[in-house]
């Protein structure tokens, strides 16, 4: 097994975050290098895609750069440009927004719900315009949205739906993997993710013509088929994977679903050590939902805990325990209101989670008695 920071791990320091390299990866990088595909050809983008697709139980997987371009290749195959809106939860990283904004469209914000921490459904449709061109469903944290509500909605107002499924290899809803819930989504591979392939993401559709776009545009929109001229008749983009890091990929889906039940088993550690605590709530897992738990993100409220979010983070990492705050919403983004997006509206929960939330550490390596020294410091930190 390669951990990143085995140093971190002697000196007793635990990061919030760190791939775990468990499987073949080192073989097959090693096999590309040695093969001499170190670019974007090579057998270990096709496999890659191949495998994730199939584990997604989709047609088509694209592998590019990462995710973020993942999401704004996926929106440019569906068409979405300049004058359209596409409605985003504003409690998002702040990629879903970007990807968004690179095609000219302008990103229209829905607060979260409370439970999963997802987009509200009932906050959708008061946001859709005659612009409104599709849905962009972000599952947080390992959460799935609730997509039978956003299908929903899609279908009425003759929308698109993309999932952003960055944070989400291997959750369902209702017995489907996310990523193919939707018309089209975008997943990330960086370090810090469930599946990882250093910088990576991936498009996966179950649409023929969608998928050939996306092939299009990733590689500077050079013709798929037939002679490689140099005639463009589309401004396209270099998305390109590398080689090097598909093998990578496809270590990590060999083993894939073993780093998800590493995560699910991290949170029952982390619920049950801090079951008695008052003052901290966890992402909900809702009825129907399989939530893979990305990370074990918590909202701390000061006067039931005793301590603030803040004070919990400054005790933690004089431990030499990382954590991370959560995202801040997009409506209070300076880069999104200068873009010309509406900051005004409500946005009370993703306003509550952005000041209140903590992602503590998760990654697929992490022991129970790591978990349990973290949990202990926690306790302390509240006064108990
Ligand atoms: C919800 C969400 N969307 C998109 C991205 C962007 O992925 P990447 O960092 O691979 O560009 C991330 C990355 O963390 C994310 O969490």
Request: aromatic share 10%.
């Amino acid at each position: 097994m390669i951990r990143s920071n085995s140093g971190a791990e002697m000196n007793n320091n635990i990061p919030v975050c760190e791939p775990l390299l468990g499987g073949r990866e080192r073989e097959y990088v090693l096999d590309a290098l040695d093969s001499g595909w170190i670019s974007s050809s090579g057998k270990y983008i096709a496999a890659f895609e191949r495998a994730f697709a199939s584990y997604i139980g989709v047609k088509h997987g694209i592998a590019v750069a990462n995710g973020t371009v993942a999401l704004h290749l996926a929106l440019t195959a569906l068409g979405i440009k300049k004058g359209d809106e596409v409605i985003i939860p504003d409690f998002t990283m702040i990629a879903s927004a970007f990807a968004v904004c690179y095609t000219g469209a302008k990103p229209v914000f829905v607060d979260a719900e409370a439970r999963t921490w997802n987009i509200d459904p009932s906050k959708i449709e008061e946001k859709v315009t005659t612009k409104t061109k599709a849905i962009m469903a972000v599952h947080i944290y390992g959460h799935p949205c609730e997509m039978n509500s956003i299908l929903e909605i899609s279908k009425k107002h003759d929308l698109k739906v993309i999932e952003d499924a960055a944070e989400v290899h291997g959750a369902e809803y209702l017995g489907k993997k996310c990523g193919n819930l939707g018309d089209i989504a975008g997943f990330s591979f960086f370090a810090n993710k469930i599946a990882t392939t250093g910088e990576g993401g991936m498009v996966v559709t179950n649409d023929d013509e969608l998928a050939e776009k996306c092939r299009y545009f990733r590689n500077l929109c050079f013709p798929i088929k037939g002679e490689r001229v140099h005639l463009h008749n589309d401004i396209g983009f270099n998305y390109r994977i590398s080689n090097l890091h598909a093998a990578i990929g496809l270590a990590q889906v060999q083993k894939i679903d073993f780093y998800v039940a590493r995560r699910r088993e991290n949170n029952r550690f982390y619920r049950e050590y801090l079951s008695e605590i008052p003052g901290i709530t966890f992402q909900q897992e809702l009825a129907g939902s399989k939530n893979v738990y990305w990370m074990n993100a918590i909202v701390i409220d000061r006067d039931a805990f005793g301590t603030s979010r803040n004070e919990l983070k400054v005790k933690l990492k004089k431990e030499g325990i990382d954590t991370r705050y959560f995202f801040c919403g997009m409506h209070r983004q300076p880069s999104l209101v200068k873009y010309g997006c509406q900051r005004k509206g409500n946005y009370e929960v993703a306003d509550w989670l952005a000041e209140n939330g903590l992602y503590l550490p998760s990654g697929s390596g992490l022991s129970e008695s790591e978990i349990e020294r973290i949990s202990g410091i926690i306790i302390k930190s509240a006064g108990r």
